[in-house]
């Protein structure tokens, strides 16, 4: 196990105390145990704490590797070491009880502690059991990929107060897995910058110090602990710990951004070939060429029964299949979904590079895009309807504005405009004197934005209105509009600035600044908006944020596979339940929560090139511009 400890600007705050401690067996008893990870932080601490960390990581410890079993319960190591956890955990509450009946009070609520045991289990996989107390985040980084394991840790509510650890989470990780414990302000820096997804690709002391060294701005504010593990290979795992001590932490970070000498505590251990006399190197071959032989035989009667690669494939996949089962220790879903997606993707590699997948992999992806489309609520398409077939001469357009009674059809690359008459299904093209860049349902009618500050309102194929805004800032590039209870709300994506006009088509309309001075996000680079109250911004190319009563609010993580790239239009409304997210490129709808969590997707294979899409004004339709058909699907509530 590769350790790398981290403290960022361990003395800017007096009333800190952050401290890591890592107890590597000593002897063979011991080392049936595993290595032991502690992290601790205690907040507002006062000068009576300075020893309080490394006396509870002493006692956890000291109960950990000395706790004996009867023999009727020496059944497997899982148990054994659950159970020797379970003491170490319940000694630590009852030294903190101690110190609570002596007068050392001021911990409470104020510390932060999580505790790792990480021991070889057979030739492939490790062993992983954790404990928490207070705000930490642990994370597992398998493929490229991050899992928040810390959220399976559920922390029930006790009646007693001292009570700080509960219960203990169980899992396996895997060698080249990569263990990241953050505490929780040093969490939110990397979680900020999204800075944690650079650092799991990295592994030696020379790649991490160029890392921090280049992040040096963003981790100025960074104040706590990170402990980086890296699992390496059974083999040298098992190799004899170092003994000597270590004396501070193995790497620290200061304002001047100073790092110390690492110190891995890993030993490689090579043993010594054994040396064969020849005869002795004859007698041991001759059972390997008889072997050899009657395989060969036997591939000449038989047939090869399995290619080397789509041995190798099935291999990988067990051991996802395998990971995903043990994932289900952690009753994280989300981890073996994670493992899921890993193996199908996989697939997906041997597909466009082969071809057709050969049968015995076609049956794992079967299995595997079950569970897929299950946990992602996929859905695909069966109910779609053909509303409207457009002619092949308006197959330049890419929008639509759904706004009774006539639907409309425009592009940002053409000067002339589609309209549908929804009662008589008769289509009709206008001629327009700029390109349309942006254009909305407003009040029975369509309104259009055209270069540099010209708004157009139509009523079918007329023209009703045309004015000059007046803009509130130079340069100004429009990057969405959406209208709301009458006023008109525009994102300037070179600034990031929102702007609000109340009356917009009275030709002397004045820009309203929408966004408080105090908001430090803005949505630059915005090519979507969408309004039910709050502001669903869409910033290229799948970033969703929410704003509201003119401030930043949250992203929204979607969760989703395959994985979003590219959103490429947006509903919401007042008086629907959740919002409607286009992604053309993968004939996907994602229907989510206004929480951002995941309704269901609707897949359609049938489209040809998924374009834009559009709601009826009662909420009980969806429309889908696909290549020159226009489709309607219900939409249940």
């Excluded at 959220?151 to 029930?156: G, I, N, P, R, S």
């Excluded at 600034?495 to 088509?505: A, C, H, R």
């Excluded at 286009?582 to 489209?607: C, D, N, P, Y």
Aim: with cysteine; glycine share 6%; aromatic share 12%.
């Amino acid at each position: 196990m590769k350790i790398f400890e981290f403290y960022f600007n361990p003395k800017q705050e007096k009333d800190r105390l952050l401290a890591t401690f890592s107890f590597e067996p000593k002897s063979a008893k011991e080392r049936k145990r595993g290595n032991m990870y502690f992290v601790g932080e205690i907040q507002n601490a006062l000068p009576s704490h300075a020893r309080l960390l490394k006396q509870l990581a002493l006692v956890i410890r000291k109960e950990y590797y000395s706790f004996s079993f009867s023999a009727t319960k020496k059944e497997k190591n899982k148990i054994h070491i659950e159970q020797a956890l379970q003491a170490a955990l319940k000694e630590a509450n009852e030294f903190l009880r101690t110190e609570t009946k002596n007068g050392n009070v001021h911990w409470l609520g104020n510390i932060h502690i999580a505790v790792l045991v990480i021991l070889p289990e057979g030739e492939s996989n490790y062993l992983f059991y954790f404990a928490t107390c207070g705000t930490m985040n642990i994370w597992i980084a398998r493929h490229g990929q991050l899992t928040d394991v810390g959220k399976t840790l559920e922390h029930t509510k006790d009646d007693d107060p001292l009570k700080v650890f509960g219960g203990i989470a169980i899992g396996k990780i895997m060698p080249r897995d990569r263990v990241l414990v953050f505490t929780r302000e040093t969490f939110h820096v990397f979680s900020k910058e999204k800075l944690s997804k650079e650092l799991i690709q990295l592994g030696t002391e020379k790649q991490l110090k160029q890392f921090f060294q280049k992040k040096e701005k963003k981790l100025k504010s960074a104040k706590g602990i990170l402990l980086f593990l890296i699992a390496e290979d059974i083999f040298f795992a098992k190799a004899e710990a170092q003994k000597k001590k270590r004396h501070g932490p193995l790497f620290a970070w200061n304002e001047k951004l100073k790092f110390l000498q690492l110190k891995e505590k890993v030993r490689f251990s090579f043993h010594s070939p054994v040396r064969l006399s020849g005869r002795q190197k004859i007698l041991l071959a001759l059972p390997l060429i008889l072997l050899l032989f009657a395989g060969i035989v036997r591939w000449q009667f038989n047939g090869s029964s399995e290619a080397p690669q789509t041995k190798e494939i099935r291999s990988q996949l067990e051991k996802y299949l395998q990971d995903a089962d043990n994932a289900m220790i952690f009753k994280d879903q989300e981890y073996a979904m994670g493992l899921f997606k890993q193996a199908q993707q996989l697939l997906d590699s041997y597909k466009r590079d082969n071809g057709v997948l050969p049968a015995e992999l076609a049956s794992y992806e079967e299995k595997i895009i079950g569970k897929i489309y299950g946990f992602y609520l996929i859905e695909e398409m069966s109910n779609a309807q053909v509303f409207f077939q457009v002619p092949d001469s308006a197959s330049v357009y890419s929008n639509i504005i759904f706004q009774p009674p006539y639907l409309y059809l425009y592009s940002k690359e053409t000067s002339q405009m589609g309209v549908i008459s929804l009662s008589d299904q008769t289509f009709r093209q206008v001629a327009l004197e700029a390109k349309m860049l942006e254009g909305i349902p407003f009040h029975g009618t369509a309104l259009f934005f055209a270069e540099p500050n010209i708004l157009l309102q139509f009523n079918g194929d007329s023209l009703i209105k045309k004015v000059a805004l007046e803009l509130p800032e130079s340069p100004f590039q429009l990057g969405a509009m959406a209208e709301y209870e009458s006023a008109l709300y525009m994102i300037n994506s070179l600034s990031g600035s929102i702007i609000k006009y109340e009356n917009p088509l009275k030709g002397n309309a004045k820009p309203i600044a929408w966004l408080r001075f105090s908001t430090q996000e803005k949505p630059r680079g915005a090519v979507l908006l969408a309004i039910d109250a709050h502001l669903w911004i869409v910033i290229s190319p799948y970033t969703l944020q929410q704003y509201y009563k003119g401030e930043y609010r949250k992203e929204i993580q979607i969760d989703t596979f395959p994985v979003l790239e590219n959103i490429s239009g947006i509903i919401a409304k007042k008086d629907l339940p959740h919002l409607y997210l286009l992604e053309k490129a993968k004939k996907r709808i994602l229907v989510l929560s206004k929480t951002g969590e995941m309704i269901k997707q609707i897949h359609g294979e049938q489209f040809r090139d998924l374009k834009d899409i559009a709601v009826s004004d009662d909420g009980q339709s969806l429309y889908l511009f696909d290549s020159a058909t226009i489709y309607r699907i219900p939409i249940t509530r």
